[in-house]
């Protein structure tokens, strides 16, 4: 079976659920309960996102969500932001290491958290040199959006860990 992409004057999207869209093909195709997953989540926020069914199977692939019209990218990506749920942290208390772990008490949009992590190198990765991403021993993620906009404390607790 071959790849099905979808542009924007190809098919119409309804929201269903929290993370689940319906999809009707303009030649009358209709497709219920898709779940919209990023191919590339860290690189690829607003291209290729599959839709997957309930099985997991690939029905199509939106190859970038600027093609659709506004109606339609905002009820994906209102799907998508649900579904890739991350916290932004917007300040870093502080940083302690002890017994192999790291702990950063820092405060996101969704409150105040403590943040454990097991292996720095793999869990804290510096992108396009100001954005971050944290995992934490549970398998949570966290995102400091831009390195650049933290107070100066909360760089200096973080910087020597990146």
Same mark, same amino acid.
């Given at each position: 079976?071959?790849?099905?992409?979808?542009?924007?004057?190809?098919?119409?999207?309804?929201?269903?659920?929290?993370?689940? /869209?319906?999809?009707?093909?303009?030649?009358?195709?209709?497709?219920? #309960?898709?779940?919209?997953?990023?191919?590339?989540?860290?690189? #690829?926020?607003?291209?290729?996102? &599959?839709? $997957?069914? &309930?099985?997991?199977?690939? =029905? #199509?692939?939106?190859?970038?969500?600027?093609?659709?019209?506004?109606?339609?990218?905002?009820?994906?990506?209102?799907?998508?932001?649900?579904?890739?749920?991350?916290?932004? /942290? &917007?300040?870093?208390?502080?940083?302690?290491?002890?017994? #192999?772990?790291?702990?950063?008490? &820092?405060?996101?949009?969704?409150?105040?958290? @403590?943040? /454990?992590?097991?292996?720095? *190198?793999? *869990?804290?990765? $510096?992108?396009?040199?100001?954005?971050?991403?944290?995992?934490?021993?549970?398998?949570? =993620?966290?995102?400091?959006?831009?390195?650049?906009?933290?107070?100066?404390? *909360? =760089? @200096?607790?973080?910087?020597?860990?990146?």
């Amino acid at each position: 079976m071959s790849r099905m992409y979808i542009d924007g004057d190809l098919a119409r999207f309804f929201r269903k659920d929290i993370t689940t /869209v319906d999809m009707e093909l303009y030649d009358g195709r209709r497709f219920d #309960g898709l779940e919209p997953r990023r191919l590339f989540p860290l690189t #690829g926020l607003e291209k290729y996102i &599959a839709l $997957l069914d &309930a099985d997991g199977a690939e =029905r #199509g692939i939106i190859r970038d969500l600027n093609t659709l019209s506004k109606k339609d990218r905002e009820i994906i990506t209102d799907c998508l932001a649900e579904y890739y749920l991350i916290p932004k /942290v &917007a300040k870093i208390y502080g940083c302690r290491e002890k017994f #192999g772990l790291l702990t950063i008490e &820092a405060n996101t949009d969704k409150g105040d958290v @403590s943040i /454990v992590i097991r292996n720095i *190198s793999h *869990s804290i990765k $510096l992108m396009y040199n100001t954005r971050v991403l944290l995992r934490d021993t549970n398998d949570n =993620r966290y995102e400091i959006p831009d390195l650049t906009k933290l107070d100066k404390k *909360s =760089r @200096s607790e973080i910087d020597p860990f990146l």
